[in-house]
């Protein structure tokens, strides 16, 4: 089975830098699209980043174009998202998933796989 394990959160003034780290395991991921998603305490859970591993595709959610970058390294089979630029409105429950699809995907719906989920807590 797909195994993804969430690492990088913590703490970080406002304005700061944070580098999370989505290491997937269990299959091979040349078809899988993998995400980032947030949840915040009292909303609801949102779309932040995704990458094609195939052909390194990109999308992001407008609330961080520009800040963040999500990437991955095939020979890890790690993803990551570099947060630049933080805001206290940044912090949440940041998890990982993924999804057997050569498309980007951005309804956490369409994701079969995911993590259990790192804290990012940024201090104004």
């Known amino acids: 089975q797909v195994q993804l394990v969430e690492s990088g959160g913590g703490l970080v003034q406002a304005g700061g830098s944070l580098r999370l780290s989505c290491a997937a395991s269990g299959r091979t991921f040349s078809s899988y699209v993998m995400g980032w998603f947030r949840q915040a305490p009292g909303k609801a859970r949102e779309f932040v980043a995704a990458?094609?591993?195939?052909?390194?595709?990109?999308a992001y959610a407008d609330s961080v174009k520009g800040r963040f970058t999500i990437s991955r390294d095939n020979a890890k089979n790690t993803v990551y998202l570099q947060m630049n630029s933080l805001k206290p409105e940044d912090t949440a429950v940041y998890y990982c998933?993924?999804?057997?699809?050569?498309?980007?995907?951005?309804?956490?719906?369409?994701?079969?796989?995911w993590g259990q989920g790192t804290q990012v807590t940024v201090s104004s």
């Open positions: 990458i094609r591993w195939s052909g390194g595709s990109t």
């Open positions: 998933a993924a999804d057997r699809s050569y498309s980007i995907r951005y309804s956490q719906f369409l994701y079969d796989y």
